[in-house]
């Protein structure tokens, strides 16, 4: 039999109820490792989206990928609930290896192209709170179990590379905070973790085919392509599984130091670490994005897939 890459590894994915969080969660799991996944959807209560999908699930789903799969019910706003969370995962299993910083909840928040006195103050300051302060918190209380041994892994997930953020407003104020200043905090982990042997990298994927975007295209995961007929640029999408395997990789890679402090995308991973989307392909979709999408040229993804 082969060990699988990440078996006795135990990882936290904090905000795993959906979308990116959970497929890292279960790719994770495929990999072999003890992952306890984090959100406030349970079957008993809902958060405050009208979304289905509950943390029980993506447990279930971690464990029939080969891994354990352990989901929590943690708001990560609430510093007691995380600090009880890290002292339950130092309890049961003495480490954590790796840290993933999903949470977000903020598409029903999120305003786009209104400039900032159209905005609602309120609903835009909770979104900073629901995805920037939720990080810090998880990674104050997180990160001393992690530093514990050396080789711990902490990942930021945003939406853009650093380099592309930085020229490239994201539509929204708010929207724009978030996905630079998630970035930056990973830039931040990095100074603090790497005298501990412990790396920090912010990793954002391309144009993901989450359950909400399906939904807003009316797809499903079988037939997403009829949607390029409304969206031509859509072709370059990718499954939530393909950024999973991109923390995968990273988890598994004895090197992943080189990373440390950089910010990179599941498309640029796959084509040095060889995993691919669900499909078999490889999509680039930032590159894409620079390429075709935002200079207005026809959708090709010819050489991006």
């Known amino acids: ?14 905000g795993a109820t959906r979308g990116a969080g959970r497929q890292i969660a279960i790719q994770l799991g495929a990999a072999g490792a003890t992952v306890y996944a984090t959100g406030r959807s349970t079957r008993a209560n809902r958060s ?33 609930q995380v600090a009880a969370l890290v002292q339950r995962i130092d309890s049961e299993q003495g480490r954590l290896d790796v840290l993933v910083n999903d949470v977000w909840g903020g598409d029903e928040l999120t305003t786009w192209d209104k400039p900032i006195w159209e905005q609602d103050l309120d609903q835009g300051f909770r979104l900073l709170r629901q995805a920037i302060d939720t990080h810090i918190i998880t990674s104050h209380y997180a990160l001393p179990l992690l530093i514990r041994r050396p080789g711990g892994l902490v990942i930021e997930m945003g939406d853009g590379t650093t380099e592309y953020n930085a020229t490239n407003y994201r539509l929204s104020a708010f929207y724009d905070l978030v996905k630079w200043s998630v970035n930056r905090l990973a830039f931040a982990w990095s100074k603090d973790v790497a005298e501990h042997g412990a790396t920090s990298v912010a990793l954002t994927p391309g144009w993901l085919r989450s359950e909400m975007m399906l939904e807003i295209y009316g797809v499903t995961e079988e037939n997403w392509r009829d949607a390029c007929a409304k969206e031509p640029h859509f072709a370059i999408s990718e499954t939530p599984a393909y950024v999973g395997r991109a923390v995968a990789a990273l988890a598994a890679d004895d090197d992943r130091a080189r990373w440390n402090g950089k910010s990179v995308s599941s498309g640029e991973l796959a084509k040095i670490y060889g995993f691919t989307d669900l499909d078999g392909s490889q999509p ?22």
């Open 1 to 14: 039999m082969t060990t699988k890459p990440l078996t006795g590894k135990v990882a936290l994915v904090a």
């Open 284 to 305: 680039d979709a930032w590159r894409y994005l620079v390429e075709v999408q935002d200079p207005g040229r026809p959708a090709d993804v010819t050489g991006y897939r």
């Open 48 to 80: 405050a989206s009208s979304r289905p999908e509950t943390i029980e699930e993506t447990g279930e789903l971690v464990t029939a990928a080969g891994g354990t799969g352990i989901g929590v019910a943690v708001d990560h706003l609430d510093r007691e």
